[in-house]
DNA sequence: ATTTTTTATTTGACACTCAAGTTTCATGGG
DNA sequence: CCCATGAAACTTGAGTGTCAAATAAAAAAT
């Protein structure tokens, strides 16, 4: 039965969250995926088509167009690969850079929000449990 | 920097918990959306496309398509409001709510999955933590 | 009784998703 | 070296979600 709570409570956050996001998504006028995409880019820095979609859990096809729109946006590049002339680099431009860094600042702001009612040892708590939680995926 | 941290967890576990939905959902041949409308039937009962609407965060517009094809699945039924002659509540079907309670039950599954490895201690504390922070937003 | 608001639907423009097919290139076996 | 196989990206078509704007019907307000 205390499962059961704790379940509906993980539920309601990631709801919250979901829905935050979209909300802060629409705003700069782009789409969920292509804000991951920015996302992904600007964490893990340039890489492949390929990877980029393995990382996004989608297809080339459907990145290629993603990637089309958001180069005419201007928030990334494709560059040569140095080696395999097959191969495309993503890059962020300066732009998506910007994008990518004010997103990241809002979400870094909402996790304060969040986080303002907790005690220290309990931030630490939650630290600790959602390490492990990452881990048994 | 402790906060970053925290910060960091948080949304990876909020990518996680995205990522396995997707999967989960489109295993069942359903769309985010449609389940999405499936689990607040399922919670909250019946109601009119408008409070559905509000509940999932869309327009009526697209909810009356999307409730087409819940409907054209057999999840779904559409049922004239009592008093309002405008109105049309939406009430799901017996299949519709055994996709519900399947899904839920895949839920609390991954909750059990993720909580494997924490103490009684730390259960409580992320219960509290969660509810503290849904309240915040 | 007339006007205004609410509710749902329809439609058009655009985006995401996948699968299937195409092109270009890399790699390995003959 | 040549060819077959595989890999990487692109293209296309069908289906779906999203929003805004327009429409129709009914309730509420004046």
Redesign the pocket.
Known sequence: MELEELNHAIVEFYEKLSSWE?DVV?EKG?????IHALEILGIHESM????L?NW??????????????LEKKDYVR?CP?K???????IELTDTGRQMFLEHDKLHMQLTETMVSDLTQEERECLHRCLNTMNKAF
């Open positions: 979209h629409r782009l789409t969920l995926p292509q492949r088509m390929k990877e979609a996004m859990g989608t297809t080339t096809g459907t990145l290629t167009v993603l990637i089309d729109r494709r690969h080696t395999d002339r097959r191969s495309i680099i």
